[in-house]
């Protein structure tokens, strides 16, 4: 089922996805979604940020169960991030009719858009905007790489993004959210377990650093009369290292905006993105702190320590592990079952085994057989709470 999900957005040159929020690719996978739901007589619907939700069962007045992930992927990132959970959210539906199966509560699926923020640089925007946890106005304005705005690429598509915003009538018919997801490491490997349950999320942020000096002639000007901001900008990246190992956490510059961005000039300007993490959040907080110094900084997200219900997490495990219990671990990714139970929401994460840990590339994999696993997992774990 992924197969045909697999050719939308897939760059042939690398074998990575490029799929941004509200671009066309992103029209396209809406499309599939919705062509999914329509084939198992699903109830589709976009709520006022984008999510699109696929229901059997009507949640008006009696909240559901609701699974699903995100289809949007970071930028040349692997088939499975997203994805996965998607597919088997609908595969799991379909093994439960296959059971026949009548689920007692409503049962969703649920497709949060730009989980990455591969656009614009805020991650679950789907569902911060949802559960409030983003102000509509900061959402509105903030800007891709071309210079449009939210609130432009939205209209664009179609929407309305005034109408963005925490939206109580969409979040009171989620009763309780499950969202199945390739581990991002090799917690499971290790274990030699198929398949494992979410504990806590990481404490993580983004934070944008801006680098002024001066555009100049790379031939002509003297070093020293130069106001370079590379200089400065690879002192803090070799810094975020040490800093990282000296506190264990885990701090990364993925991303770097030069302007002009000539070869053979002298930047005027670097912008580099700092992700940061940890299990202690005030480790985290102290590494930014530490660079952060004497330097223009903007905290662009922050998201801190999610420990998943422990109940839940703990149901999930029983019913997911088949003889034994499924194993229990934390992880460094943020996702949108944090957002949601950082909201309030009963919210757990199932995780399926990748052989390599490696994610947010094209090599990121999951074998079949697990992914089996998953969906029967899921299936039964849905089961179990629609009772
Ligand atoms: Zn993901």
């Known amino acids: 089922m992924l197969e045909p999900l697999a050719r939308i957005g897939r760059d042939p040159a690398t074998g990575g996805y490029v799929r941004d929020a509200w671009s066309e690719v992103d029209m396209e996978l809406r499309e599939w979604f ?17 999510n699109l939700w696929a229901w059997w069962g009507d949640p008006a007045g009696r909240p559901g169960v609701v699974t699903g992930s995100h289809l949007d992927s970071v930028r040349q990132g692997g088939a499975y991030d997203g994805p996965l959970g998607v597919v088997s959210a609908f595969a799991a539906i379909d093994l439960l009719k296959n059971r026949g199966v009548t689920p007692g509560r409503p049962l969703g699926v649920v497709c949060f858009t ?17 559960t409030g946890a983003v102000q509509p106005d900061r959402a509105r304005a903030l800007t891709d790489d071309d210079g449009d705005t939210l609130a432009d690429v939205m209209t664009r598509a179609g929407r309305k993004p005034y109408g963005i915003g925490r939206d109580d009538e969409t979040l009171a018919t989620v009763g309780t959210f499950v969202e199945l997801h390739v581990e991002q490491g090799r917690g499971l490997v290790d274990q030699g377990r198929p398949v494992g349950v979410a504990s806590t999320i990481w404490p993580h942020g983004r934070w944008r650093f801006d680098f002024r000096g001066r555009a100049d002639h790379a031939g002509t000007t003297r070093l020293a009369d130069r106001d370079d901001p590379m200089l400065p900008f690879a002192r803090m990246v070799l810094a975020a290292r040490a800093s990282a190992e000296r506190r264990g956490v885990v701090a990364t510059v993925g991303k770097v905006r030069l302007s002009p961005g000539n070869a053979n000039a002298v930047p005027g300007r670097v912008s580099a993105w700092l992700d940061a993490r940890g299990a202690d959040e005030r480790d985290v907080r102290d590494l930014v702190a530490e660079l952060a110094e004497g330097l223009d900084v903007q905290e662009e997200s922050w998201t801190p320590v999610v420990c998943f219900d422990a ?38 994460m199932l995780f399926v085994r990748n052989p390599t840990g490696v994610s947010h590339s094209p090599d990121e994999h999951a074998e079949q057989a697990d992914c089996e696993s998953g969906v029967v997992a899921l299936a039964d774990v849905l089961e179990d709470l629609c009772r």
């Not at 999914?36 to 976009?46: F, K, M, P, T, V």
């Not at 730009?114 to 911060?128: I, K, N, T, W």
């Not at 029983?318 to 219990?325: F, H, K, L, S, Y």
């Open 34 to 50: 919705a062509g999914e739901a329509a084939r198992r007589g699903l109830d589709l619907r976009e709520d006022r940020n984008g």
């Open 114 to 130: 730009d989980e990455e923020g591969a656009r614009f640089g805020v991650p679950c925007m789907g569902s911060r905007l949802l």
């Open 311 to 348: 109940e839940l997490r703990d149901r999930l495990a029983r019913v997911a592990g088949g003889d034994t219990p499924a194993p229990i671990l934390p992880t460094g990714a943020g996702h949108d079952a944090g957002i949601m139970a950082a909201a309030g929401v009963p919210a757990g």
